[in-house]
Structure formats: structure tokens, C-alpha cells
């Protein structure tokens, strides 16, 4: 059985940071691709960042390039996102996935989520 868990979030003021994880269990870690997307209350989920099976290619949505940094350790199966300079409008819930393939926005796998509220 596959299980995919977040966690790190949690309440930060504006310009601080937080570091998300994931780790993911019940599938082969290093066959995978694996993204974050978030949901903010009265919206849409939204794509975050994603990351290919070895760490060479990585996305970011245009909303946190040069804040946000994914990055993966395969030896743990775990996923990781670094979160700088927040704002108050990254107040979601985070999700973790799994996805066979890269960047697909279908991913096979999903996680609860992790709430990030950062205060102004």
C-alpha cells in the first residue's frame, strides 16, 4: 500500500521560512517523479514545483522562483521543499505526490497535506 506523508508546516510570519517533507512509502522512491501543489481556500490547486526521479530537472510555478527549492534524497525517500522569503499569500495547504511521470499534473499518488499559514 502506498502512503504519502507531509509535514513541516506550520504558522510563520511574512519573509520567514519553513522546509516541507515528504516521504513517501509502499513504492519503488527513485521510479517516481514528485511535486508539491497547494490549495488556498476559495481556490483552485495549483502546481508548485516538481522534480524528476534524479533531481536533474526541477519546475517552478512563476510565484516562487527564487524563494521556493525542491530537492529529493532518494536513499530516504523523501521529498523536501525549502520555502524563503514567504508571503502571506502563500497560505495554503501543501500537498505532496507521486507522479510516474514528470510534471504531468496527474500525479498517481497524493498525500493529506500540510497547512503553511504565514502572517503578515
Known amino acids: 500500500q502506498v502512503q504519502v506523508v507531509e509535514s513541516g508546516g506550520g504558522l510563520v510570519q511574512a519573509g520567514g521560512s519553513l522546509r516541507l517533507s515528504c516521504t513517501a512509502s509502499?513504492?519503488?522512491?527513485?521510479?517516481?517523479?514528485m511535486g508539491w501543489f497547494r490549495q488556498a481556500p476559495g481556490k483552485e490547486r495549483e502546481g508548485v514545483s516538481c522534480i524528476d526521479w534524479s533531481g536533474a530537472r526541477t519546475y517552478y510555478v512563476d510565484s516562487v522562483k527564487g524563494r521556493f527549492t525542491i530537492s529529493r534524497d532518494n536513499f530516504k525517500n523523501t521529498l523536501y521543499l525549502q520555502m524563503n522569503s514567504l508571503k502571506p499569500e502563500d497560505t495554503a495547504m501543501y500537498y505532496c505526490?507521486?507522479?510516474?511521470?514528470?510534471?504531468?499534473?496527474?500525479?498517481?499518488?497524493w498525500g493529506q497535506g500540510t497547512q503553511v499559514t504565514v502572517s503578515s
Open positions: 509502499g513504492l519503488t522512491f527513485d521510479d517516481y517523479a
Open positions: 505526490a507521486a507522479d510516474d511521470d514528470y510534471c504531468s499534473g496527474t500525479p498517481d499518488y
